[in-house]
């Protein structure tokens, strides 16, 4: 006679997360995700595209959100882009007539950069911290960059500005600097600067050019899944998978799975919720919610357990949470993604038991169709890439490889969603 697991029906539910699992599985249907997919998109298209107007303050705006932008290419070591960067945020408050609060401020963050990029280039990093001192005697490095050798050209700056040296009056920080890099090495003053008859124009050609890749991708947003301002990323993903099963039917417990691939069928859903710690790198929650159908009750022959009908249904879904770090390539809109995940709950796939019938019907039975579980533990690895449809809104598609302990599996998940970046 088949050992029979108690079905569904007969189990007594525990209380706690198991309970709130059971409750997202009964009453999340694939009507209520369509209505989730919808609010994400009213969202995003609901919030309007960063743009650079001509006032002042959004000039203002503009400068520090590039403030922003290079110190993040700082901290992910492109030096030249956050040069770049910086020095076309203080050409925009030349052109503004900016307060110097916020110019000693860029300064001082060009001074950091600068020093990073090439230790010969100390005394240019001394003139751009000298002359945020002229502007703004309070300002210093913030405390996140401040490293020693940081510490020490800025020191060196406040001890030439309480001298009364260190400043020569140049009419703007990108001339003090280079007058700075030509005291330094005369021989660099035209790669460095710009300066002299040969180098005149190409300064203002290279200064103007730089300047309007600065700000524009600044208005367009930051590429990618964060903007200078964007850091929070909600998703919700659909998705299918497959895998590996072992153990035995969950419902004809004495009997074995078959092993090979099986579906972990019907489909599944991941609402994300995550925070950029960097442009390139994006940390967040996955619930994952799977659903399952085309299963076959099997008949109790005791007539003791699963309900008033003694048939034992297979479960209906599975949840898992996972934590991931995602690093995300390139400076586009279009960044593909490699992926570390870390998960706990459960992935069943639904298997065939040949030779066992099951049905309500037990005079015409049809083939066992039962689920394995698998987990409650899963490590993985995972790609696939985001694309930007707007500044806030974007799309994606991936896959993830894991592998279970417990109940062992070696599993894919094949996604595709939506995301809003706030």
Known sequence: MPRLRQGPAARPRRLGVRISFDLVVRYVTFGSVKWIAAAFILMAWAIPPA????????????????????LEEYENLNFETAEKTLRAAIALCDENGLGKD?????TVDLGVVILAS????????????????????????????ANPEVSAAFAEATKRAGAGGGVTGAATVVDEIAAAAARADPSETKKKA???????????????ASHGDAVESVSVGASGPAGAHDRFFLGLAL????????????????VKAPGGLSASALAHVEPEIGYLVTPALLLSLQLRVQFISGTTPARDPSGTMCGSDHLCSAAKGAEAVFARGA???????F????????????????????????GSDAMQPRPCVDTSLAGPVFVGAGGGFYYDLTPHFTVGAGAV??????NSTFHVDLTGGVAVKL
């Open 401 to 406: 490889a894991l592998l279970g302990f417990g």
């Open 51 to 70: 743009a650079a107007d001509d006032d002042p303050g959004s000039a203002a705006e503009t400068a520090a959100k590039m403030n922003a932008r290079g």
């Open 194 to 208: 710009g300066h002299g008859a040969d180098g005149e124009a190409n300064a203002g050609d290279d200064k103007a």
């Open 118 to 145: 090439d230790p010969k280039r100390h005394e240019e990093a001394v003139a751009a911290f000298s002359a945020a001192l002229a502007m703004a005697p309070d300002v210093k490095p913030v405390e996140r960059i």
């Open 239 to 254: 998705g299918t998978g497959f895998g590996t099963s072992s153990g035995n039917g969950e419902v004809n417990s004495d």
């Open 327 to 333: 690093w995300l390539f390139g400076q586009g809109a």
């Open 102 to 106: 916020l110019k000693a401020r860029l």
């Open 335 to 358: 960044r593909p993604f490699a992926s570390g995940t870390l998960g706990v709950g459960e992935i069943r796939h639904v298997i065939s038991l040949p030779g066992r019938g099951c």
